[in-house]
């Protein structure tokens, strides 16, 4: 017999676990403790759930940039276990769009085909993807983005409510929009858009 397992944090969980629900799949829901919100205590999900007959979403509210997603997938799978996908029934996914496994597809969402969805993924309510879009891994996408045909968003990067993207825009990996409305044609790596910094920051790497 084959579990599935449901692991993490906070209002993501929920919506998690809503889901299974929602498409009747007898889910274990396990919340991780944290001091941080980004070292989680595994052992006891790990010495209960043999990875031979487990399957995994881990589901974090922590926004993607800040790696908290991309780690907890990352100790899963180098311990063994198998990830599953979410989608919501109300969802509507075209054939032959790519789910790369650990992805939440919220209630309302549209994503036409040949669209590639990378692994640990977030799609927040109401999100609608145009064909041959691709997103890198745990993009965040939150409440009613819209992203235009081949647009392309880097791994890591959350996108806030609102958000739109129009065709062939190019977003770099690790960024964050949080101004809602139309993005730039181009964004690089690294960089941040909020109501503090409306012209946008970025990290740089020093030379040595």
């Known amino acids: 017999m084959t579990n599935y397992v449901v ?3 906070g209002s993501a969980l929920e919506c998690a676990c809503g889901v299974a629900d929602d498409l009747g799949m007898a889910c274990v829901r396990v919340e991780l403790p944290s001091a941080d919100r980004y070292n989680f205590q595994l052992d006891d999900f790990f010495a209960t759930y043999a990875s031979d007959d487990t399957l995994v979403f881990a589901a974090l509210d922590e926004r993607a940039v800040n790696y908290s997603r991309h780690k907890l997938i990352a100790r899963v799978r180098m311990a063994g276990y198998r990830l599953f996908n979410l989608i919501s029934p109300k969802a509507i996914v075209d054939e032959g769009v790519v789910l790369m496994g650990n992805v939440y597809v919220g209630a309302g969402c549209n994503l036409a085909g040949q669209s590639v969805v990378g692994l ?25 983005v819209t ?25 770099g990996h690790h960024c964050e929009w949080l101004l809602g409305g139309q993005l730039p044609e181009i964004i690089p790596d690294q960089s941040f ?15 040595n």
């Open 120 to 144: 640990g993924c977030w799609l927040d309510r109401q999100v609608t993807i145009d064909h041959s879009v691709r997103l890198g891994s745990c993009v965040t996408l939150q409440c009613g």
């Open 147 to 171: 992203l235009g045909r081949d647009v392309v968003v880097g791994k890591g990067t959350t996108l806030s409510t609102g958000s739109f993207a129009l065709k062939g825009t190019k977003i």
């Open 7 to 9: 692991l993490g944090e």
């Open 193 to 207: 858009f909020d109501r503090l910094m409306p012209d946008g920051a970025r990290i740089l790497k020093k030379n």
